[in-house]
């Protein structure tokens, strides 16, 4: 008893320090005596466990369990219960055992696994895993409680004691005693204590502790224990990971999970790296539906990947500071390595999460969308968009697609942010590159020209930053695009191959076979797309490097064998080959280190000059060949460095070859007969009448004729072997011989500067006068002579424009007056040659064919039923005026005899259409734009005195220029949409003529025109002070007695002109990218400095203000509608370039007012007319609607007082509040107001809304429309205004008006009938009239049988029929379905008759039924209004 006593009172104070210090004083030779007697003497604890069938072991055994662990818990239960000193034996069981494990094997053992007592009986009632003694216990709920305290107090012993032998952790073990139990007992003092614990124990303890809290507790504690949760994460970070994982598996209320996430994205800054993953799996999967969209942006907006990841230079330069110690490097790589691993980790949960959650897809998606400003865009949005578009839904690649072209085309996603995505992620990235490639080809393909260089961006980037098997790729997807046949595609695809390969030549050598392969599919590209091709192939063939040497015997049997063909079109692609692979081969080595020299070696000269003579010898046969040949090899020497020896083996001999084909010495006679007597004109060295020399053009081109005459009688080959210089090559071999000189003399052209002044071996112009008389060959022969003569001139302005004597200068301002009489003269020689084919002067398009354009002309003229008045029209593919402007002129002058008539239509060619047979001007040309007034001085011989002469610029040399600078404009600078090629390709060339504009980039035309503004500007003036003075003579008439017609008419184009021509500059989609700003400002800057002085400090906006009001200035000149109106467009550009063109609205609107309220005369007195005044006219009205303040009231004002007046006028008449509108101009403003109307129901706010402003929105807009629509019911004006086409626009923008207001007005009116009941019934009072109109001209498109009207009917009967039922929906909504009312409703025609033949059908006809049934609801409003009201009176009792 003595014992018990004291082992009870020693256990009362077990768990404090006491016990172990009572342990540690007792003398070492007692023990053994003091473990045999407590072993031999059974605690209540040992006698129970023993009895309930659990043999305690000792000596590292485990305790062995002889029966089912269900059955030793009730039996020790039942032994608890049944005990006389129940209930205080528990306290003395749990004594016991605290006694029992003090002993630390002991405890061990009791946390481990029991196992099944072997028995010679049946084994099977003992399964073969049995849980732990102390777990066992712990499922007995009268003891839990303190069992549990017990082993939470234990704990704190083993805190620090980490892995003990055999690698258990003890703490680890109690923790997981606690965990899955059946029942937990008093579940809130465990929670209590567990975070006490948590509060005192090591960061491993504890983060054991809370990743097992959610299989600790019960569900009833989970809110509570996750708020300390969350408190706890607030301070101390270190446990990021566990309190996630822990609150992930927690079943939360939504305001508490709520309130945890925002705690938890408080806290993102500050969160490890490595613990990112888990913190964004966390937030993500803790998303509702609802929420999305919060959270998502919230996410978006505190990550930071930026912070992740060291800038490659710090990288390098942490490296470079380790690397004294190689572990230092090692762990700097592993660094750099980890932050992009965790990047990943970041990236796949967010991947997982847009993967199957529809709702965080469409989250990330709208909040990348919502971002408006650059600035605020980070590599995150780009990353996640390769995310969402690498995962299986279409829904999110179509949505990731679509918002990634949105940002580029709006310019808030830059390459600034994709150089910097691939630069510092590329190891990430390199997961998504399917997706960046499919991405970026769908980029390329865009029809948008603003999004192609951002796809071309990521094809570059991606080759520069992955391995060889996504470069391969790269280069794979490239050639696809190139053999893809479609223009815009082709160009950035060859662009990007080209500058791969000046980037990463080794590279790009691995994949060349690839390239190569392009040279299958050439039939479909550009001359311009061919010289790209053969320039990279070449460069990687034959470049300083040879990296692809593999290729050269490729590229040279490619080459042969097209220089072969007899095909011209394969033959031009053999020239161009092989001049491009003489650039590559004969280009200027730079100077090197001295293994390699720096010129050229004799073997690879000896290769050059043999495929030059190859190239020559193949093109002799040939004069468009050869002259191709001339202008490759010009462009070459160009646009190359060249090698010296190159280029001095061409030079030398380009200049005595080309006096020996084309220079003659000018005697008093010219020897030969020709079809016109021959003599020199246009000489302008005066002093050397004598001894001086010409071009010999009439005597060749005379053989050229003759010759080939000869050919087609004969077939002998003679004729070709002898040497044969055509007048074709005559302006190439010239342009070829200027370069050479240019680049042996560095741009001294005096060794060739008397072919500037010298004159031409011509005929007579005179005979100009006397076509009608002349045969077909001699007129033809005219013409031709024609063409070349002005096409030398076009050459020699081109080598001689950048001169600086102003001797020069004055000759090349002769020259440019020479070139505009000489076309006068020629479109008198093409009027009296119908059928004629100019000779070619750009050889590398497929005019060079020569069938292309001459066949269809010579049918032409066979159709044309022998007409010369046709011939102009069909001669001129592009001019679409010519046949509208014959039409026109076949209504005015019917009267007149048919000479006059033919005469007069015979003038009216116009040489556009024959533009790509005149030889190309070069940009450098309209630096002639910026001489003013030039003057020389000429020494008299006998007097030697100064005679001044003064040559200006004259009206006739400006438009020319000024029309050349528009077409370049509108070519290189107005992007056009990258259009799929037809299946039957067309044969039209557009880019024939711009072979030299093509090699220059946007950026440098741009630039260019820029420069030129301050001349634009001051040439703009002097039109406008032309015009001012003009009209101040005149007293405000346009068309005065002291008017010139034709300088008017001259001095209006140059005025039209050279405000398109700065129009189309500003208009420069490049101005929108930031790089370019500077050069926006530079030139806006050029416009408001002729205003008022002012610096570079002026802000953007300033400027734009100030280049408004310098050209609002320019308004009370226009001599034109047409200059009118490009006025109104370039103020319009002008206004959009600011931050807010809203300010300029109302200015541009009333200026687009006041010239529509204006008359327009021509200088000869007659109103303005025709096609082209009606399309100014509309695009003028369009800009108008555009810029007012309320579209509606603006239509109601034209169509109640200027259709009215225009009615009540005499025929010939105009309104007169608007002298614009007449009855030939009437259908242009029906049109426009009608499309008004329409895009005015279009903006109908949708959804319920009760605002009575609403429903006057559309009781303003139906007035007009009715209006507008019924103009054709009046007897009167059916005759003037019931034509086809007014009818046609009325019955389609009727119907799609109707459209818009079933789908967005109807539902309106649904929720404002009750409230405003009056203004609906008026308003649809008034729409039925508009209705039963349109019904009216559907009867009469039946009775006309007019298919181009009856198209329109069924349309819009269904959406008549439609409306009727819509209708009565709203008034079923209303409760008034007593008020509608359908009935027959009689066909009529447009004056309101009756259509008789409907009576002998009756109500068979189905579709006349329907028509009846359509207006029937509305047939009696007076009906429906008392209707109305009654049902309304009704219903507010």
Request: charged share 25%; net charge negative; with cysteine.
């Amino acid at each position: 008893m003595m014992r018990k006593k004291r082992r009870s009172s020693v256990e009362k104070v077990a768990g404090t320090t006491a016990a172990p210090k009572a342990k540690k004083s007792r003398n070492s030779s007692r023990q053994p005596k003091e473990a045999a007697s407590e072993e031999t003497s059974e605690t209540v604890f040992v006698t129970f466990v023993k009895k309930a069938g659990v043999s305690l072991k000792h000596n590292g055994a485990s305790h062995e369990i002889a029966v089912d662990q269900v059955v030793f818990q009730k039996r020790i239960q039942q032994q608890l219960q049944k005990s006389p000193r129940y209930p205080d034996i528990l306290k003395e069981f749990v004594t016991d055992l605290e006694a029992y494990v003090e002993n630390p094997d002991r405890f061990r053992n009791c946390l481990l696994p029991c196992v099944p007592q072997p028995s010679e009986g049946d084994v099977r009632s003992v399964s073969s895993f049995q849980e732990s003694l102390i777990r066992m216990l712990l499922g007995i709920e009268m003891l839990q409680t303190l069992i549990i305290s017990t082993l939470l107090e234990k704990l704190p012993e083993f805190m620090f004691d980490g892995i003990v032998d055999g690698g258990l952790n003890i703490p680890r073990m109690i923790i997981n005693q606690l965990k899955w139990l059946d029942r937990v007992v008093d579940t809130k003092e465990l929670a209590a204590k567990l975070m006490e614990l948590v509060s005192v124990a090591p960061v491993e303890v504890q983060r054991d502790i809370i990743t097992s809290l959610p299989e600790i507790l019960e569900d009833s504690q989970h809110n509570d224990i996750a708020r300390e949760l969350n408190a706890l994460l607030q301070e101390n970070t270190q446990l990021t990971v566990p309190i996630l994982d822990a609150l992930s598996s927690l079943n939360l209320s939504s305001s508490l999970l709520t309130e945890v996430r925002e705690a938890v994205m408080a806290t993102l800054a500050a969160v490890q790296l490595e613990d990112l993953p888990v913190v964004v799996k966390f937030i993500l999967h803790s998303v509702s539906a609802s929420n999305a969209h919060e959270v998502v942006s919230n996410l978006r907006q505190k990550l930071e990947l930026e912070q992740c990841v060291l800038p490659p230079v710090l990288q390098a330069s942490q490296i470079r500071m380790k690397s004294k110690s190689s572990a230092g490097s090692a762990s700097t790589a592993t660094a750099s390595g980890s932050s992009q691993d965790s990047v990943t980790l970041v990236l796949d949960c967010i991947k997982s999460a847009v993967r199957f959650q529809k709702t965080i897809s469409e989250a990330w998606l709208k909040a990348i969308e919502s971002v408006d400003d650059v600035e605020d865009h980070k590599v995150l949005d780009l990353l996640v968009l390769f995310i969402l578009h690498c995962t299986n839904a279409n829904q999110s690649r179509r949505g990731a697609e679509r918002v990634l072209k949105l940002k580029v085309r709006t310019g808030l996603m830059r390459e600034a942010l994709l150089q910097k995505t691939f630069r510092d992620y590329s190891q990430v990235m390199r997961g998504y590159f399917p997706s960046i490639l499919a991405l970026a080809q769908s980029l390329v393909r865009s029809p948008d020209p603003c999004v192609v260089p951002f796809g071309g961006q990521m094809y570059s980037h991606s080759f520069t930053a992955f391995d060889s098997y996504c470069q391969q790729e790269v280069v794979g997807s490239l050639v696809t695009h190139v053999c893809s046949g479609v223009s815009g595609e082709v160009d950035v695809a060859l662009e990007l191959l080209c500058s791969l390969v000046v980037e990463k030549p080794s590279e790009m050598a691995l994949y060349a076979v690839f390239v190569k392969g392009i040279l299958d599919y050439m039939d479909n590209l550009t001359a311009q797309q061919i010289r790209r091709l053969f320039h990279l192939l070449s460069r990687l063939a034959f470049g300083q490097q040879q990296q692809g040497s593999h290729i050269q015997d490729d590229m040279h049997i490619v080459i042969r064998k097209q220089l072969s063909s007899t095909v011209p079109k394969y033959k031009r692609i053999g020239i161009i080959g092989a001049v491009m692979i003489v650039g590559s081969m004969g280009a200027l080595r730079p100077k090197g280190k001295e293994s390699q020299s720096s010129s050229l070696s004799q073997e690879t000269l000896r290769q050059v000059t043999a495929l030059l003579e190859l190239v020559k010898s193949s093109s002799e046969s040939s004069p468009e060949a050869a002259a191709l040949y001339y202008d490759e090899l010009a462009n070459l020497i160009w646009s190359s460095a060249l090698d010296p020896q190159v280029e001095e083996m061409i030079g030398m001999s380009v200049l005595d070859d080309f006096q020996d084909d084309f220079v003659v010495d000018l005697g008093p006679d010219i020897a030969g007969s020709f079809i016109f007597p021959a003599c020199a004109l246009y000489n302008l060295e005066e002093d050397e009448s004598q001894g001086g020399i010409a071009i010999n053009l009439l005597p060749l081109l005379a053989k050229e004729t003759q010759h080939k005459g000869e050919q087609q009688r004969s077939q002998i080959g003679k004729q070709k072997q002898e040497k044969r210089v055509s007048p074709l090559c005559l302006s190439p071999f010239f342009r070829l011989l200027r370069l050479c000189e240019e680049k042996r003399h560095q741009g001294d052209l005096e060794e060739i500067d008397a072919l500037v002044g010298c004159p031409l071996i011509l005929t007579n112009m005179d005979v100009v006068d006397k076509v009608d008389s002349l045969s077909k060959a001699e007129r033809e022969f005219l013409c031709s002579l024609l063409f070349h003569t002005i096409n030398w001139f076009r050459e020699v302005v081109n080598a001689f424009c950048t001169q600086k004597e102003t001797e020069m200068k004055m000759k090349v301002m002769t020259r440019l007056q020479n070139i505009t009489v000489l076309q006068a003269l020629l479109e008198r020689a093409l009027a009296g040659t119908p059928g004629y084919m100019p000779p070619v002067s750009n050889f590398d398009g497929e005019t060079t064919d020569g069938i292309s354009f001459g066949v269809p002309v010579n049918k032409a003229k066979k159709d044309g039923t022998g007409k010369k008045r046709k011939a102009p029209g069909k001669n001129a593919p592009e001019g679409a005026s010519q046949p509208e402007e014959a039409t026109e002129a076949d209504e005015t002058q019917q009267e007149q005899p048919e000479k006059e008539k033919e005469k007069e239509n015979r003038l009216s060619v116009r040489l556009t259409a024959y533009r790509p047979f005149f030889r190309e001007l070069d940009m450098e040309v309209l630096s002639v734009l910026q001489c003013g007034l030039l003057s020389r001085s000429l020494l008299d011989s006998e007097l030697h005195t100064k005679v001044q002469e003064e040559v200006v610029l004259g009206p006739t040399e400006l438009v020319f220029l000024l029309e050349d600078m528009q077409h370049k404009l509108e070519f290189s600078l107005t992007a056009a949409p990258a259009k799929r090629a037809p299946f039957l390709k067309m044969r039209a060339d557009k880019t024939v003529g711009f072979s030299h504009l093509q090699q220059r980039s946007t950026k440098d035309i741009a630039s260019y025109c820029v420069q030129l503004l301050p001349a634009l500007c001051s040439h703009l003036e002097n039109c406008h002070n032309h015009f001012q003075t003009l009209l101040s003579e005149n007293n405000g008439v346009v068309d005065g007695p002291s008017t010139d017609v034709e300088e008017h008419q001259v001095m209006s184009s140059g005025y039209q002109l050279l405000l398109q021509v700065i129009n189309t500059t500003l208009n420069w989609s490049g101005f929108s990218q930031p790089g370019q700003r500077s050069l926006l400002k530079k030139a806006l800057g050029v416009l408001a400095g002729r205003l008022k002085e002012g610096g570079p400090e002026l802000t953007l906006e300033q400027l734009v203000k100030h280049s408004f009001e310098y050209l609002l200035n320019f308004r009370s000149t226009m001599p034109s509608l047409s200059t009118a109106l490009c006025l109104s467009q370039l103020l319009s550009t002008v206004s959009e370039k600011g931050g807010n063109p809203g300010a300029y609205r109302e200015q541009t609107a009333s200026l687009a007012r006041r010239f529509l309220n204006q008359s327009w005369v021509t200088a000869s007195g007659e109103k303005e007319r025709g096609s082209k005044f009606n399309e100014a006219l509309h695009t003028l009205l369009s800009i108008y609607l555009e810029h007012v303040d309320d579209v509606l009231k603006a239509v109601e004002e034209i169509a109640g007082e200027g259709i009215t007046e225009l009615i009540n006028a005499s025929k010939d008449e105009s309104s007169a509040s608007w002298p614009t509108l007449n009855r030939q101009t009437f259908l242009v403003f029906y049109k426009v107001l009608m499309a008004e109307l329409e895009k005015a129901a279009r903006r109908i706010p949708a959804g319920k809304t009760s605002d009575s402003s609403e429903v006057r929105l559309l009781g303003a807009a139906l007035p007009a429309l009715l209006f507008v629509t019924s103009i054709s019911r009046s007897c009167d004006l059916v005759k003037v205004f019931d034509s086809r086409p007014v009818l046609n626009v009325s019955l389609k923008y009727g119907r799609l008006f109707l459209e818009s207001f079933l789908k967005l007005g109807m539902p309106l009116l649904d929720y404002s009938f009750k409230r405003h009941k009056e203004d609906v019934q008026s308003l649809l009072k008034t729409f039925q009239l508009s209705t039963r109109q349109l019904h009216h001209m559907c009867g009469h498109s039946k009775i006309h049988q007019d298919t181009s009207l009856t198209n329109h009917v069924p349309a819009v009967k269904k959406s008549l029929e439609l409306f009727v039922y819509r209708v009565k929906a709203m008034l079923t909504l209303n409760n008034c379905q007593e008020a509608f009312w359908m009935g027959n409703l009689k066909n009529r025609n447009l004056k309101g008759e009756e259509i008789l033949s409907q009576r002998s059908q009756g109500s068979d006809d189905d579709d006349d039924d329907d028509e009846e049934e359509e207006e029937g609801n509305q047939e009696l409003p007076p009906a429906q209004e008392q209707s109305d009201d009654e049902v309304q009176d009704g219903d507010s009792d």
